[in-house]
T-cell receptor, first 117, second 118 residues
């Protein structure tokens, strides 16, 4: 079946502009994660959605970052007033339910490569 | 928070040689353990994971890893490297007990780039 998809695959923007990154999880998966992969910080957790529960936003680096998940499926990560240090690959992952916690396998999308000029 | 250490940011082996990629975790309570592989311009693909049971875990593409609690390690091995194994490998852990953070959240090592020479 279809895996996790992300769009756009690449995004180049100017400093100060807002960007939206989209994630379509595997159908039926209720748990969704965003991670960021950068040269300086490696792979780091950003935010987690599970079903209708309040998201865990503890990994968001600043209040310029926000995310939502509509209808328990598609998720959008928004970065406002982008800065050059936001340049990174943003990865989305989904898992079956999130209820089994760390046991569940997370399936990753191909990522969105963001470059802020 | 969990800490994951991957010794060696770059490992080079000849085709047919043993591959050994090292991973150590910091938690006193053993977490769940994962190895992911990332090919250029692609997302992460799960190679194998350990959650419970047999400590020697076999994964895809001939890789295996052994959980050693006494050494807090989960090293990845493959007896004979193939050119197609060239990629970046990430060790990751997630909490096995509730410490107040998202249970499924993955903590990653910094990655090891594997080069395979012909």
């Amino acid at each position: 079946g279809a895996g996790v998809s992300q769009s756009p695959s690449n995004k180049v923007t100017e400093k100060g502009k807002d960007v939206e990154l989209r994630c379509d999880p595997i159908s039926g998966h209720t748990a969704l994660y965003w991670y960021r992969q950068s040269l300086g910080q490696g792979l780091e957790f950003l935010i987690y959605f599970q079903g209708n529960s309040a998201p865990d936003k503890s990994g968001l680096p600043s209040d310029r970052f926000s995310a939502e998940r509509t209808g328990g499926s598609v998720s959008t990560l928004t970065i406002q007033r982008t800065q050059q240090e936001d340049s990174a690959v943003y990865l989305c992952a989904s898992s079956t339910s999130g209820l089994a916690g760390g046991r569940e396998t997370q399936y990753f999308g191909p990522g969105t490569r963001l470059l802020v000029l | 928070a969990q800490s994951v250490t991957q010794l060696g940011s770059h490992v080079s082996v000849s085709e047919g040689a043993l591959v050994l990629l090292r991973c150590n975790y910091s938690s006193s309570v053993p977490p769940y353990l994962f190895w992911y592989v990332q090919y250029p311009n692609q997302g992460l693909q799960l190679l194998l994971k350990y959650t419970t049971g047999a400590t020697l875990v076999k994964g895809i593409n001939g890789f295996e890893a052994e959980f050693k609690k006494s050494e807090t390690s989960f090293h990845l091995t493959k007896p004979s490297a193939h050119m197609s194994d060239a990629a970046e490998y990430f060790c990751a852990v997630s909490e096995s007990v509730n410490r107040g953070s998202t249970l499924g959240r993955l903590y990653f090592g910094r990655g090891t780039q594997l080069t395979v020479w012909p």
